[in-house]
């Protein structure tokens, strides 16, 4: 079941902490949707990566929070759904714009939020993203999460509860899954990008191999019927998170040889090692650019400010 909410248009804005291509671009048309994954559980889509709301006992959890000029349209899409349950918690799965954005007017509202130790170590400072050939300025204070985990974390909401936990380097080195054991549901961030190339921050610590080895690392958790929640993308299950793998398997055996040969940049994308793929995988994005951030985690390491 799908929920559509339209409110009035914003108009143009300028997203001062996004280190992504939507940095500025007009919100004012977006419109937040809603459908039911499970039993007080919801995804919540706009303009950024996926949201998740999780809501029992009177109180609810919030998992990313988009841009911050969409959370007036978020919260009302939530109050809508949890009959205006306050949502406690926001849980960052990592540090970009597109799902930290919000965290300001969330705080604001009266969420605490929620991260890895190393989303906050890098909200706080300077940020270079090369695949996006961005500078990213700190974050707000009141942006920066006000509780911070190393390995896990656990949320209980009336009887839902939310396994929290961290991966080894993948997209970023901050990434954080949200599992619900008794829904039979995940929130994957930005390790999962449904149907479509996804971003690799090598900036940050982002890798192909990493990536592959997130999914090795969720899949059991998953079955025929469990749904997840991807970090962009429809709603998925389990077969979309093996053809994801596949894909990811297949570019990654394809580039690498020719790194290791030492080609170019402009070699490897002239090669278009993933022309049979793009049709379908490339339509969100220019593959070019997915190439270059799968050759650039092969090759630089990670850069900008490093969490201590």
């Known amino acids: 079941m799908k929920r559509t909410l339209i409110l009035v248009p914003l108009g143009m804005v300028l ?3 996004a280190p992504s291509a939507l940095a500025q671009r007009d919100l004012g048309a977006v419109v937040v949707r809603a459908e039911r994954v499970a039993d007080g559980l919801w995804m919540l889509s706009g303009a ?31 109050d809508s759904l949890t009959g205006g349950a306050p949502v406690r918690f ?63 974390i656990g949320f209980h909401l009336g ?52 990536m592959i080895r997130a999914v090795d690392l969720l899949l059991p958790l998953t079955g025929p019927a ?24 297949a570019v990654r055996d394809r580039v690498r040889p020719l790194v290791r040969g030492g080609k170019t940049l402009d070699e490897i994308i002239a090669a278009k090692p993933t022309a049979d793929l793009d049709a379908t995988w490339g339509r969100s ?9 799968v050759v650039l985690g092969m090759t630089a390491g990670t850069g900008g400010a490093k969490p201590k």
């Open 90 to 152: 926001v849980l960052n799965t990592h540090y970009h714009g597109d799902h930290v954005n919000g965290d300001s007017a969330m705080a604001a509202a009266g969420a605490s939020i929620v991260a890895h130790e190393n989303v906050r170590a890098r909200m706080s400072v300077t940020q270079r993203n090369a695949a996006f050939d961005m500078t990213i300025p700190p974050a707000p204070e009141r942006a920066l999460p006000v509780l911070t985990f190393t390995d896990s």
């Open 48 to 78: 950024g990566g996926n949201i998740g709301l999780c809501a029992g006992g009177g109180e609810a959890l919030m998992i990313d929070a988009e841009y911050g000029p969409l959370v007036p349209r978020i919260r009302a899409v939530a």
């Open 226 to 249: 469990t749904k997840i929640i991807p970090g962009h993308g429809p709603l998925g299950d389990r077969a979309a998170l093996l053809r994801y793998r596949d894909m990811l398997v």
């Open 285 to 293: 994005r220019p593959p070019d650019r997915f190439l270059r951030m």
């Open 15 to 17: 997203v001062a902490w």
């Open 159 to 210: 009887g839902r509860e939310v396994r929290v936990f961290h991966l080894p380097p993948a997209h970023t080195d901050g990434d954080a899954v949200a599992w619900f054991p008794v829904l039979d549901a995940l929130h994957t961030g930005d390790l999962f990008f449904n149907g479509m190339y996804p971003v690799i921050d090598a900036s940050a610590g982002g890798s192909i191999d990493g």
